[in-house]
């Protein structure tokens, strides 16, 4: 049974930073793309940031290198560093695994993150 856990939500002002954690089991960690993406309430879901087993990275165009995603290979965990946060980031982050063959893709519960004064 495939599992992503997430951490590390909450309430920011703006130009803040957050870190969010998610740990995933039962998949094959080496063959999966693991990243997050984001939904903001009336907005379709959008990808934050993608990393493969490989090193291969992907960020959002809104990104403009305010967050830095990361793997952990040993404990089968993918952070997002985020910092500069603006209202705008506010919205429901979901963690997902993506198949690298397949890409059936697998999601977190989502942990929420606001940002305001």
């Known amino acids: 049974q495939v599992q992503l856990v997430e951490s590390g939500g909450g309430w920011v002002q703006p130009g803040g930073s957050l870190t969010l954690s998610c740990t995933a089991s039962g998949i094959v960690w080496d063959i999966y793309t693991m990243g997050w993406y984001r939904q903001a309430p009336g907005s379709e879901r959008e990808l934050v940031a993608s990393h493969t087993r490989g090193g291969t990275i992907k960020y959002g165009d809104f990104v403009s290198g305010r967050f830095t995603v990361s793997r952990d290979n040993v404990k089968n965990m993918v952070h997002l560093q985020m910092d500069s946060l603006k209202p705008d980031d506010t919205a429901v982050y979901y963690c997902?695994?993506?198949?690298?063959?397949?890409?059936?893709?697998?999601w977190g519960q989502g942990t929420q993150v606001t940002v305001s004064s």
């Open positions: 997902f695994a993506e198949h690298l063959v397949t890409k059936v893709k697998y």
